[in-house]
């Protein structure tokens, strides 16, 4: 995770954003493990009201990779501070699905993660391991992508500079 070089305001704004979530409802089953989660379109509903009463905003995009897609989400407030963070998320199917797939359950944990939201049933990292308590493989191909960052607040290449760096 990165981040603006204050995020006094941000932290509090967010802080009074969560007390004001709405519950997030797990409307959606997955039949393979037999659990219940909450769809990205939830997570949003049960906090863009929020978020935005707070001046806060959520920004998500995605990039591909050799194995996967790169899922960012920044979340800003209008004071100029904001966090971002990154989501490596394997595509095991290379197609439009398959990557519509990862990029949309990419974005639903970063955006619940990033929030501080649960948007499903803890299962205490029993399907993240295999019987022998090893990492899946498509996890460990994932690949890290490097940011290019101001050499002054670290704002990420595109994103806006910290208040009062030199180089904004």
């Not at 603006?4 to 709405?22: C, G, R, V």
């Not at 929020?50 to 979340?75: C, D, F, M, R």
């Not at 090893?134 to 994103?159: I, L, N, Y």
Request: proline share 6%; hydrophobic share 35%.
């Amino acid at each position: 995770m990165i981040k603006s070089d204050s995020i006094k305001e941000l932290s509090a704004a967010l802080s009074k954003a969560q007390s004001e979530f709405k519950p997030v409802v797990k409307n959606a089953n997955n039949p393979f493990f037999k659990s219940t989660y909450a769809t990205l379109d939830a997570v949003i509903e049960a906090t863009k009201e929020a978020l935005s009463k707070n001046n806060l905003s959520i920004v998500q995009g995605n990039e591909p990779t050799e194995t996967g897609v790169i899922v960012t989400t920044l979340l800003s407030h209008a004071s100029g501070e904001w966090i971002e963070s990154q989501l490596a998320m394997p595509v095991t199917k290379p197609d439009p699905q398959g990557y519509g797939s990862a990029i949309t359950y990419g974005r639903r944990y970063a955006l619940s993660a990033i929030l501080g939201v649960a948007s499903e049933e803890d299962d205490d990292a029993n399907t993240a391991s295999t019987k022998n308590g090893t990492v899946p493989s498509p996890v460990r191909k994932m690949q890290t992508k490097v940011t290019t960052t101001c050499d002054v607040c670290h704002a990420p290449a595109g994103k806006p500079h910290a208040t009062g760096c030199a180089n904004a």
